[in-house]
């Protein structure tokens, strides 16, 4: 094992209690942000693809009110395929900090303990290095935080703007359809 991957797996080992759900809770934040990019390859992000969508929902509607509600049930379906993960993501946006400042805290106390009651630094070449690897933690919980973060504003925008579209082309098929 090389020097930097000791110190990489003693850091985390000295992250505390929090390091193993903060590293599960990053494994599911990046799982949801693939899933998210997939989802919005998939449905493009030009209008024609909301247009056709539209225009299939739209077809065989006999009247005004009725390609409406075709299109209110479009629109829902779409935000409810677009808001897939979006819950796990505000909670790790929260929980991955609080995480990482228990496991911060609990390396605090385990780091003082070492030191005693002299607050010394025991002898042997331990020195202050060793004892900031107990900030691992919450830096892994502002990482996923920072992430998750990203990935839910942007997958709410991209919603936003597949809504905004979808509603041009529905105004757009409606004038069409008038005499």
Same mark, same amino acid.
């Given at each position: 094992? *090389?020097e930097s ?10 992250? $505390? ?7 599960l ?7 949801? #942000?693939?899933?998210?990019?997939r &989802?919005?390859?998939? %449905?493009g ?9 539209l225009?299939?929902?739209? %077809?065989g509607?006999? $009247? ?11 629109l ?7 808001t897939?993960?979006?819950a ?7 929980? $991955?900090p609080?995480? #990482?400042?228990?496991g911060?805290?609990?390396? =605090?106390?385990r ?5 005693g009651?002299?607050?010394? =630094?025991?002898?042997g070449?331990?020195?202050l290095?060793? &004892? ?5 933690? *919450?830096?892994?919980?502002? /990482?996923?935080?920072l992430?998750? *973060? /990203?990935?839910?504003?942007t ?6 703007r597949?809504?905004?579209q979808l ?7 409606? =004038?069409?359809r008038?005499?």
């Amino acid at each position: 094992m *090389t020097e930097s991957q000791a110190m990489g797996l003693s850091a985390l080992q000295n992250g $505390g209690p929090a390091v193993l759900p903060l590293l599960l809770l990053s494994i599911v934040v990046v799982a949801i #942000g693939v899933d998210r990019a997939r &989802y919005w390859r998939g %449905q493009g992000l030009g209008p024609a693809r909301v247009e056709r969508q539209l225009a299939e929902a739209l %077809q065989g509607s006999a $009247g005004q009110g009725h390609g409406q509600l075709r299109q209110e049930l479009l629109l829902r379906q779409l935000e409810r395929q677009g808001t897939s993960g979006e819950a796990v993501l505000e909670a790790a946006a929260v929980v $991955g900090p609080l995480l #990482g400042l228990i496991g911060t805290v609990a390396g =605090l106390i385990r780091a003082l303990t070492e030191l005693g009651p002299q607050l010394v =630094l025991p002898s042997g070449g331990a020195s202050l290095t060793s &004892y900031s690897q107990v900030l691992v933690s *919450t830096l892994l919980g502002l /990482v996923v935080a920072l992430i998750a *973060t /990203v990935v839910l504003r942007t997958n709410r925008g991209l919603l936003e703007r597949q809504r905004q579209q979808l509603e041009t082309a529905g105004l757009r098929l409606a =004038l069409e359809r008038q005499p």
